[in-house]
Every structure is written in C-alpha cells, then in structure tokens.
C-alpha cells in the first residue's frame, strides 16, 4: 500500500531480525523467527526434566543407581533393573510427563485467554465431570466401561454441555468458564451422591479418580495422550503468533487483522482436548495448570506467552510431585493430586494476597 | 396483584410482596408434612395433622418430616441471608458462600474435627463457623484487590480455585482416617433428612449474633452499594462495615452446613429471586430472603423426595442442577458489562 | 539510517472509507440508522457531539468491529466485511478506547505487533518489518524509550506508543477512538501534533474528540453527531456557529477566531435558560 519503503535508499537487502531473535529462512517464502532466550530457557528445562526423571527411575523401594538407570535405558543393565525400570517405573513416569504437559499447556492457554491467573481448566467442570462419570463406573452404577473411557466420555460431556449452554465463547471465554463452573458444581454433586450410595470399600475404589492419582491409570489412554500432547504442541507452535494476540483488547485484534473468535475457539478446543485427555488418565489433578505456567512465566520474565515452557514446566512439576507422593510416606502413597494441593495450596494463596500489586492478570 | 407486573421491582410495596411470600412459605411448609417418600399417603397426613392418625402416622408426620420441615427453614433462612449480605458486600451478583469457598472452608474444619474425634451426630456448630469464617476471609483477601474494574468473574474464579484446594485438603485428611471418611460422605451430600432438633436449638445463640450483626450493618450496607468513596463520604466505616458482615455470614453459613452439609448455589440463587421481586436495595431484599430461603429449600426438598422414590435425591445434587443454570443467566443477563 | 531518508508521500495509495445506509445497533437499541457518510481522503476528520450521539459507534462500524445490520462500509468501493480481514488492516488502522496490552511488553515489542497483518505462520518477519518499526519509533518521537516497559510510562508515551503501533501498521487510513481523553493538557497537544504530522505525509485519519476547540484546531473536516444522525459536515471554519454549539450540546456561547491560528474557539459558555 504504501510502495515507498522499496525505494529507501542505503536499505540493506538483507533482513534483519529484530533484538534477541533469530530468523529461519527456508528459500524465499519461509521466514521463522525464533526467539533465542525462549530456546536457550526451554532446553535447560529439557535437561533439569531428564535429570529428574533419571532420579525417578532410579528412587523407590528398591533403589537404582543413576548409572544403572541410564544403562537400563540404552538397553543393558541387569534384568531386575531393566524390569523394574521398563516394567514399573517408565509407563507411570510417562504418564506424570505427559498428564503434567497436558494440564500445564492448556492452564497457560485458558489463563492467557481469560486474563486471569486463576482461571485453570480444573474449574471449568471438565476435570469434575470425567470423575463423575470415571466414579460411577468404579461404584457399578455406570455402564461397565473402564472408569478411563467413562472419564474421557464425561470430560467430552460437560465440554458439550457448556457449550450448549453458554451459546458459545463469550468474552475472553468467560461466558463459557462460569458454564463450566456450574456443570462442575453440579458433578461434584452427584459424585458424592454416587460415593454416598456404596459401602466404604467400594468407595474407597473410587477413591484415586476423586484427588487425581497416577495409580489407576489405563496404558492405552496414556498412549492417547502422549500423541494428544504432541499434536496440541505442535499445534500452539503454528498459531503461536495469533495466540500472542490474546491478551489485547477484541477490538485492538480485530484492528489487527486477526479474528478473534476463531482463535478463542481454537485456543478452547486444544485446552479442552488437552484437559480432557489427561484426566482420563490421572483424574482432577488441577493445581499443575496454575502451578506449571506460573512457573514458565516466572522464568519468561512475563514475556510473551510461554507455551512451550509451561508445558515443560508442568511436566517437571508433575513428575516431582508423583516421586515425592510415592516416596515421602512410603509404603503409604500419596495421590499425586493431594500432593500438587499441597504443595501449591499455599502458593494459590500467594497469588491471592500478592495479586493487587500485579493489575491484569 | 396485576399491578405489581406493572411497576419496577423496586416499586413494590415490601409489604405485600413480604405477605405473598411467606402465604407461599407456609403453603410449602404445610405441603412438605403432607408429602413423603414413605408409604404415608397425602390424606393420611393430612388426617394425622387433624389428630386422627395412627401412632406410626404421628412418628412419620411430627418427628420425621416436621423436624427436616424445620431444618429446611432453617437452612434456608441462613443461606440466603447469607448470600444476600455476601453480595452486597462484595458488590458483585455472583458471589455465594458455596461457589466462593466459605462452604468449603466449613467441610475442611468438619472434616478435621472429625477425625479429631468427633461424629457428625455430636458435631460442634462452632467448628463449622471457624471454617466458614476462615474460608471468608480468603474470600475478603481477593474482594479486597478487585481493581477498579470490578470484575465479577475475578471473584468466583477465586472462589473455584479455592474451593477445589480446601476439597483436596479435606481429601487429603480423610486419607488417613477411614472412619471420618465413611461419616463425611453422608454429610457432604447436603441433606436436611435424619438431622435432629437439638441441633437446631444448639445454634440459636450463635444466630442470635448474626442477627445484631445484620441489624447494625444493614443501613450501611444500602450505602455500601453506591460505592466504597461514597460510603465513606457518607459517614460510614466500610472496613469495619464489612468485617462486620463477614462475621455474620460464617456464623450463618457455618451453623447451615454444620445442620445440612454443603448445600451450594440456595445464597446464589434466593437473593437473584428478591432483588427480581422487589429490586436492589439491600433492606428490602433481606426483608424478601427471609421467606424465599425456606421456600426454595423446602420445594427443593419435596421434589427431592418425590422425584427418585423410593429413595431420595440429596438437596445438595438438586440445588445445584437448579443453581447451575440460575448462575449462567446472571452471567449471561445484560447487568454484567464485562462479559 | 536517519529519518528523513523515509519522506512519505502516500500518492500513491488510495485509501477512500465510506459507509451507505448504515445501520448500527447494540443488542435491540438502534444506534444508527441508515447513515451516508464519507471520509475525505487526506484529510484529518473530527467526529463530535454530545455523549451517546454514537461517535464510538460509527467509528467501530467504519473500522469493521462492529457489524452493520444493515448498510455496508465500502472500503475502496468494496465491502469491508467481504474482505479478508488482514486484508484490511493493511489499509485501515485503528485506536480504540479500550486498550488492553499484555504484561511486562516493551513498547517496541509493542510496536512489532502493527506488523502482524503483514505477517502469516511462515513469513513471520520481512526485509521491511524492522524499518516499518523504526520508522514509527522515529514518528512518535519513541526511540528513546524503545526498551522501556509499556506499564512504565506516563499516559501520554503511552497513547504514543499505540498510535506508533499503528503507524508500524502502514495504513493509509488510521481511525482513532478518543486519543485524547484521559490525557492531560500537555500530552494532548503532543498526540494532536503526532496526528498533524501523519496528515502531512498523506494519511487519511478519523478521530472522535469530546473537545470541541481541539476538533476545530486540529481537523480539516468536522462531522456533527446528534442522537445516531449527522447534524451537518463540513470544514471547521465553515461549520462551527453559535447555533451548532447550542443544537449539539445545548449551550449559549460566543465564538471567536483564535488571533494566532484562526480557528474557532468558544468563549462565553452558559447553559441555555428557560
């Protein structure tokens, strides 16, 4: 529109990326800019991940030295190793790795989305629905379908349901977030109904799909997910920059050029297909996603959104807290769920009190 | 009659609307003797109430159901007070005492006592209070940093995550302690079924607190409404206006859910009916929320026994699928600017 | 690389934003009805009139925020809702009242997001990007701040630093919603001054003002709002009576010719009696 700029004198024919960042060319069409700290940042949290998974490979009843671990990993080590590492250990650290990005990942969309560092999609009734129906498969009175199918299917339930009642999106989806908040009062109710009709031992059944646990997980789900999450990444990646515009105003994103609805509806089917697939495997473990971000945007210094980071981030913090559940109180477990609460109880609570300082947000 | 559609809500004679409703409430009340899970039919209620019944009868009628008649007055009568003075206080239509946490503050203190030693049937009402009262003042600490875009949502998305920590640590107690755990899945389901009187009368001097409180506080509470700067301009101390309130909401609140459980969305959904009725001044609608409490606690609970008979549905599951939808159409109302 | 190497002459570009028989309305309550209206290009143009005449929402209805009911905006002759989105805004920019920024962003970063209609998923960064956004550094009188966080800057940087992130825009056509309210005497003057200066090198610009000597100063061309209808239209001189004061905000005043630069300015203000 405006052909001036092509006639500037002394103007360099070769681009240049603006500070801190690094362009991609591929041919003449493709041009990616890559932030360098995010990379640099993103594989230190690649590195303190594998250092802590080795750890959690390695610490338990029977303890595995680090080097066996490794060992183990690349195919030797001695076969009781290699069963307890591969056979044990490995599916249930896959499964904190993939439930932690999950539920990071779509926190740090849904609290971008809302401008609001509480809004996590614990409490959009989804997490609360899929133990619903995930607890009245264990108790008997639900069709006799695994409690992780009956999660997945109560998780797509109250999506459908919220949708239907908030009549789409809203502003800053938060039409669609107190739907949410309803469906889940109301499934929150019927699980206790449901746990208050069964005798204590069949309660006590129920018991990890109501605090979020990693014991009762289903290996074909975890399968799921693993793919779940890597599609959900890649898909952050590609609309990365229409994503950064969330935080504007509607009005300042329509000036833009961009169309808002489209990229809350987008942005609410990744956090919705994300938070359903990790419950469906760990049950409501919803501190992660309010932990995880934070964490990532500490660590961003509040720049950008840190997709990338706050799924690593979670994915680190679920992992810790499922060694500490499994080890602190040994050979008591504790529910991963009941961990995370503890741990980021009180850290919810700081953000309460400290919130006035920051004003969005 | 007509002509109340004609005016605004506010408009209203209090009065009349006042005589309408408790009309209504003792209807329900009546109503609620009369009908039942049991095998008792209507008529023979209705000739035990006239003093022909059989001795049966009489036990079913005047211990059974008058008693739960009486904690579903009760319960309601506190809740939505309750959610009356909460919203008022917070300025903001969807703060509740369930949904912003102050009721999960009161299951945690429960659930500690309980396995502390104590059984729901011997349950102090004073620990229910502490919760409430606990679980309020976090509520305080975020209504506290509304900015100056009063921001409804902010609220009850505090309210949420709250509530969700305080339920994982309620969970985390009854972990370890398997006993607690059988009784408080009873409680938490929310029910005014198998509760006793003496319970009742036992909270009758912590109500009396509540109600001085509400007396003092009620005027500046109108003057609250236009605004925390004018509220002062008018001579009033908001700080301690709201301190105040607060005190009587966990007292009302703590004292309900010791008696009932949790029972969510009654402070949501009673004081939306009032200011419907007779419109937003909060004198009026307190007025109003004494009678719609127990009304809607009391159908709720008729429609609780009849509708999954012979067993029953807990109030708790069906205030909920009631409040539920009520929550979403504030929201979706044009009162709200920001959504 | 200095300024002056980027003289603007938009000659080229053509930008013409009119509306025909547009209707705007807010849930049921008809703002707008059936409105002909046409920006002059080149021109810097004052919408003005009382509150709830529909300014804001003439301006959001010219910019494709708000959606007709019925009527179209044609931009260059075609409709503006039939156009790719981004389409547009590599034509027409807007400042809305209501600016939201993300926390913790520096205005430059800030600035970088006007390039985003020029951007897509692949192409991500362009030769000329950083030479749009040095250039509207420059214009808004901003490099010096260039790294300073937006949150930490007065109110007036701040309205500079949007209206840059327009300019980074390269639209020949910017609309501004009250870019002066909020403001104070000082740092009106610099954000009126700013839109002069983009005047000068082609652009076509729309502005809702509250203040009506402002309006007259700093636009070319005024358009008076009365309850959702144009009162009359016209070149400041041209337009502004006693009488239009008086239909538009229901005062009595005097007008007189500022002595300096010719525009008029009210003296005399009282509320009309009986």
């Known amino acids: 529109m405006i052909p001036n700029r092509l006639f500037m004198p002394n103007a360099t024919q070769e681009t240049v990326p603006p500070n801190g960042y690094k362009l991609l060319t591929l041919g003449h069409k493709v041009r990616i800019l890559i932030e360098k700290k995010a990379v640099v940042r993103n594989i230190w949290l690649v590195l303190i991940l594998l250092l802590s998974c080795v750890m959690t490979l390695g610490i338990g009843t029977m303890m595995i030295s680090p080097k066996e671990v490794i060992a183990v990993v690349f195919g030797h080590g001695s076969p009781m190793s290699q069963f307890i590492v591969q056979d044990l250990r490995l599916p249930r650290l896959l499964a904190a790795v993939f439930t932690g990005a999950a539920f990071s990942l779509a926190g740090c969309l849904m609290q971008t989305m809302a401008r609001n560092r509480l809004a996590t999609p614990g409490i959009i009734g989804i997490d609360n629905a899929a133990m619903a129906f995930a607890v009245s498969s264990v108790v008997g009175m639900g069709l006799s379908i695994a409690p992780s199918a009956m999660a997945l299917a109560g998780a797509a339930t109250a999506t459908a349901l919220a949708f239907g009642l908030a009549g789409g999106s809203g502003t800053r989806g938060y039409r669609f977030i107190v739907a949410g908040i309803g469906i889940g009062a109301i499934a929150g109710a019927v699980t206790q109904l449901l746990l208050s009709q069964v005798s204590i031992d069949v309660a006590n059944s129920a018991y990890p799909w109501t605090v979020g646990s990693l014991s009762a997980r289903d290996p074909f789900m975890v399968h799921i997910l693993g793919a779940g999450v890597a599609v959900c990444l890649v898909a952050c990646l590609v609309f990365a920059s229409q994503f950064a515009l969330l935080p504007f105003s509607d009005q300042v994103i329509t000036g833009l050029g961009a169309n808002i609805k489209y990229i809350r509806i987008i942005a609410l089917v990744l956090c919705i297909t994300l938070t359903g697939l990790a419950v469906s495997v760990a049950g409501p473990v919803g501190l992660v996603a309010l932990v995880g971000p934070e964490i990532a945007r500490v660590l961003a210094r509040y720049r950008g959104i840190p997709l990338v980071s706050s799924a690593l981030t979670g994915a680190l913090v679920m992992v810790i807290a499922d060694l500490v559940g499994r080890t602190i109180l040994s050979p008591i477990e504790l529910p991963v769920g009941i961990v995370t609460a503890v741990v980021g109880g009180p850290y919810l609570i700081w953000i309460l009190i400290k919130r006035s300082s920051r004003s969005s947000l | ?339 | 690389m200095t300024a002056s190497a980027f003289q603007h002459t938009h000659s080229s570009s053509y930008a013409r934003l009119e509306a025909e028989q547009l209707t705007l309305k807010h849930g049921k309550t008809t703002i707008i009805e059936r409105l002909n209206v046409t920006l002059p290009e080149g021109q810097v143009t004052a919408i003005v009139g009382p509150n709830g005449c529909g300014k804001s929402t003439l301006l959001n209805g010219l910019s494709r925020v708000h959606a007709p009911s019925s009527g179209v905006v044609l931009l260059n002759g075609k409709d503006i809702h039939s156009l790719p989105s981004k389409e547009v805004a590599r034509r027409l920019a807007l400042l809305p009242q209501d600016t939201l920024a993300p926390d913790g962003i520096t205005i430059e970063e800030l600035i970088r997001f006007g390039r985003h209609p020029h951007q897509s998923a692949l192409k991500q960064w362009a030769m000329n990007d950083q030479d749009a956004i040095d250039y509207a550094l420059k214009a808004a009188d901003l490099i010096g701040l260039k790294d300073r966080l937006l949150d930490t800057l007065s109110g007036g940087q701040r309205q500079r630093a949007w209206i840059a992130m327009s300019i980074a825009q390269e639209t020949p056509l910017l609309l501004l919603d009250e870019p002066t309210s909020a403001l104070d005497l000082g740092h009106q003057i610099e954000v009126f001054e700013l839109i002069r200066t983009l005047s000068k090198q082609g652009k076509t610009l729309a502005m809702v003002v509250h203040d009506l000597p402002s309006a007259c100063r700093y636009s070319d061309h005024i358009i008076a709002m009365k309850s959702g209808e144009i009162l009359t239209q016209g070149s400041p001189k041209d337009i502004m009576t006693k009488e239009l004061v008086r239909e538009l905000y229901g005062v009595d005043c005097d007008l007189i010719p500022d002595p300096m630069t010719g525009s008029p300015i009210l003296i005399n203000i009282q509320r009309v009696r009986g």
Request: charged share 10%; with cysteine.
């Open chain 2, 1 to 339: 009659m007509l002509k109340w559609f004609s005016v605004t809500p506010a408009q209203r004679p209090l009065p009349s609307v006042l005589m309408s409703a408790l009309f209504v409430l003792t209807f329900c009340c009546v109503l609620s003797l009369l009908l039942g899970a049991g095998g008792l039919a209507p008529h023979a209620s209705l000739l035990t109430l006239l003093g022909h019944g059989s001795a049966d009868a009489e036990f079913t009628v005047f211990h059974l159901r008058l008693t739960r008649t009486l904690v579903g007055l009760f319960v309601g009568l506190t809740l939505g007070i309750a959610g009356a003075l909460m919203q008022a206080v917070a300025r903001n239509p969807l703060a509740e005492p369930g949904l912003l946490g102050v009721s999960a503050g009161s299951s945690f203190a429960v659930a500690m006592a309980l396995v502390l030693g104590a059984s729901t049937a011997t349950l102090t009402v004073g620990i229910a209070q502490i919760g409430a009262l606990i679980g309020c003042l976090c509520v305080i600490g975020t209504a506290k940093m509304q900015g100056q875009r009063n921001d409804p949502i902010r609220l009850v998305l505090a309210g949420a995550a709250l509530s969700s920590l305080l339920l994982a640590m309620t969970s985390l107690i009854l972990l370890f302690d398997q006993r607690a755990a059988d009784e408080i899945r009873f409680w938490v389901t929310g029910s005014v079924a198998g509760r006793d009187t003496s319970t009742l009368i036992s909270v009758l001097p912590s109500m009396l607190l509540a109600l001085i409180c509400i007396l003092y506080t009620a005027k500046p509470l109108a003057s609250l409404a236009l605004g925390e700067r004018v509220a002062i301009g008018l001579g009033h101390k908001p700080r301690r206006i709201r301190g105040i309130v607060i005190i009587a909401v966990a007292l009302l609140v703590g004292a309900a859910t010791a008696i009932a459980g949790p029972v969510a969305f009654i402070g949501l959904v009673v004081p939306f009916a009032a200011r419907a009725l007779v419109g937003p001044d909060i004198r009026r609608t307190l007025w109003l929320c004494l009678p719609l409490g127990p009304i809607i606690v009391i159908t709720a609970d008729i429609i609780s026994r009849l509708v999954a008979q012979p067993a029953e549905m807990p109030l708790g599951v069906l205030t909920a699928i009631v409040g539920a939808p009520v929550l979403l159409f504030i929201v979706r109302s044009h009162r709200l600017p920001t959504l």
